[in-house]
T-cell receptor
């Protein structure tokens, strides 16, 4: 384990469901990130949080809703997703927002049916 | 905005032969450059980085990369590939003062026994 834990590892959901992805780190990092990984495409940065405040939202559809209740936990709430949202969702953390030693979790493999 | 190009989808190499994974970048200002590796069903793991100093950077597992400013490249190399090096390799770039780390689409490396 890297120190960043993501649950669940796999998730299958219908287009009308509501589900949440969870990310937890106990590395003492102050910045956390959500990335979307689709096959043969660059990793897409979705959200950036620094000290529980959202500092970047890269034009992500509102059906993805992040939440950062404290510096150790990050959630991604999912609602009325589309099949094209199926992907591997990766959480990462770093010491500060401009320190580049990212630590990644193993990801949640999401399938929307 | 910064970006990374990894021109090859897959790199095949015989075990024991040299391995090269190509990366070119585009960024305003001085680049910070990174390589990450992803094994199946795992998150990204940090391999090495270039921030400043010597253009040849040595990283984990015998990998190294050379920063070439004139060619805007940061190719990853290993003198003798192992079967266990088979994985997905990502190049990433950022600029000082920018909290965005832009990844390429990844290169699948297959080392043939």
């Amino acid at each position: 384990e890297t120190g960043v834990t993501q649950t669940p590892r796999h998730l299958v959901m219908g287009m009308t469901n509501k589900k949440s992805l969870k990310c937890e780190q106990h590395l003492g990092h102050n910045a956390m990130y959500w990335y979307k990984q689709s096959a043969k495409k660059p990793l897409e940065l979705m959200f950036v949080y620094s000290l529980e405040e959202r500092v970047e939202n890269n034009s992500v559809p509102s059906r993805f809703s992040p939440e950062c209740p404290n510096s150790s936990h990050l959630f991604l709430h999912l609602h009325t997703l589309q099949p094209e949202d199926s992907a591997l969702y990766l959480c990462a953390s770093s010491q500060e927002i401009r320190s580049y030693g990212y630590t990644f979790g193993s990801g949640t493999r999401l399938t929307v049916v | 905005a910064q970006s990374v190009a990894q021109p090859e989808d897959q790199v095949n190499v015989a075990e024991g032969n040299p391995l090269t994974v190509k990366c070119t970048y585009s960024v305003s200002g001085n680049p910070y450059l990174f390589w990450y590796v992803q094994y199946p069903n795992r998150g990204l793991q940090f391999l090495l980085k270039y921030i400043t100093g010597d253009n040849l950077v040595k990283g984990s597992y015998g990998f190294e990369a050379e920063f070439n400013k004139s060619q805007t490249s940061f190719h990853l190399k290993k003198p003798s590939a192992l079967v266990s090096d088979s994985a997905l390799y990502f190049c990433a770039v950022s600029a000082y003062g920018n909290n965005r780390l832009a990844f390429g689409k990844g290169n699948q490396v297959v080392v043939i026994p």
